[in-house]
DNA sequence: CATTGACGTCAACGCCTGTTGGCCTACAAT
DNA sequence: ATTGTAGGCCAACAGGCGTTGACGTCAATG
């Protein structure tokens, strides 16, 4: 072993580079092996020899570190901004989980993956930080789905003033959102009376 | 014409009603007009003698009319959970917009045509209530981010604790959230402090 | 030097896709 | 009864896809 010589993994490397630009941009479906093959100036079937097939190519340029920051060592209030912030970061230098968000419309694997990322990842980060244990799943999918749909707005539908927007103010408006989702009263979420009443 | 006899554009609606479902619940490059023409009990090519291509069917099957309310009408912090309910009720009924969603997040035609939907109706039914009408896009699509992410959890990702929510529980936490994206003071959108500072 | 084995290419297979044109059939009008 | 026409099916095309296997070609190893 001891990397034979020059290069092997390189090449792997580069493919799977490729590979993550182009599903993020592309979506899984209309990214082709040889397209990616082409990009990364190599045949298609070398791709095969290191993959495996386009299935597996997938999960291993998709798997996903959110790298989410201490939140218990955050002050209370700041919670919010300083999730936001870190995602909205990670989202604008890479487009790993934009693969993943593009492919999981359409494919329930996909979407499976997703979900084990946000409940491995994002519940775990933010349930210590819940007031009732038992509602934490719920905050954090609530969490989840305003995150979502800024990165939907802002990386994939193009939305005009999400994409204008300064990061510093999606911070400012979405912050306190994931503030109120995290600590408000489940009953009545904010102000305001409203009624919850399941039964 | 005058319906010369039985069927005709019968078959049309039914190749439609097909196609739709088809569409919402597995997205546009995973949906064969084979498999569409199977459901119909129809040859491939009726599909094409009626909407001519893919690309065409797609067009007519995803067409959305959000039919929002007049919420000029709606008590002043009401607006919120007004709209969240309508548009929970409308994804559950009938999934429409998510075969555009689903669509959407793959190709930049489909991504175009949701931008079009939020501009002319989102965009056009929040306008009036907005205190500063510069703002008024940029909050409408703050707005579309977390009714969208709702939608993404719900209905594509299927986030469980999405999922089991009742539509009053979603109404419940998301309304507030609306309403103060569309109300709060655009520098500092909510308490605390958090300066916004373009430059 | 001979051999091995990884890196890489080439050409092809089988499959599925959107799409097309010809043909059949049955009704409605003449 | 004949004709026109619209509804429908069948068979096939061309093209792109993922995937495969045989075939070169060097560098390192014995």
Same sequence: chains 1, 2.
């Avoid at 002050?75 to 230098?93: I, K, L, N, Q």
């Avoid at 003033?161 to 990061?167: A, G, K, L, T």
Wanted: hydrophobic residues 45%; negative net charge; glycine residues 6%.
């Amino acid at each position: 072993m001891t990397e034979t010589r020059r290069s092997g993994a390189e090449t792997r490397e580069r493919i799977l580079a490729v590979a993550r630009e182009h599903f993020a941009q592309q979506g899984y479906d209309r990214t082709t092996i040889r397209s990616i093959a082409s990009a990364a100036q190599i045949d298609p079937s070398m791709v095969m020899r290191y993959f495996g097939n386009k299935e597996e190519l997938f999960k291993v340029a998709a798997s996903i570190d959110l790298a989410l920051p201490d939140l218990s060592a955050t002050p209370e209030g700041e919670v919010g901004r300083v999730m936001t912030a870190h995602f909205v970061r990670t989202w604008d230098s890479e487009g790993t989980l934009m693969a993943l968000l593009r492919r999981a419309a359409s494919d329930p694997q996909a979407a499976e993956q997703m979900r084990s990322i946000f409940a491995t990842q994002v519940a775990a980060a933010v349930a210590p930080l819940c007031p009732d244990p038992a509602q934490a799943a719920r905050r954090a999918a609530l969490v989840a789905t305003q995150l979502l749909g800024i990165a939907l707005g802002r990386y994939v539908l193009h939305l005009p003033p999400i994409v204008e927007m300064d990061p510093e103010e999606i911070v400012a408006w979405v912050g306190p959102t994931i503030d109120r989702y995290l600590t408000a009263d489940s009953a009545q979420p904010d102000q305001e009376s409203g009624r919850v009443g399941s039964s």
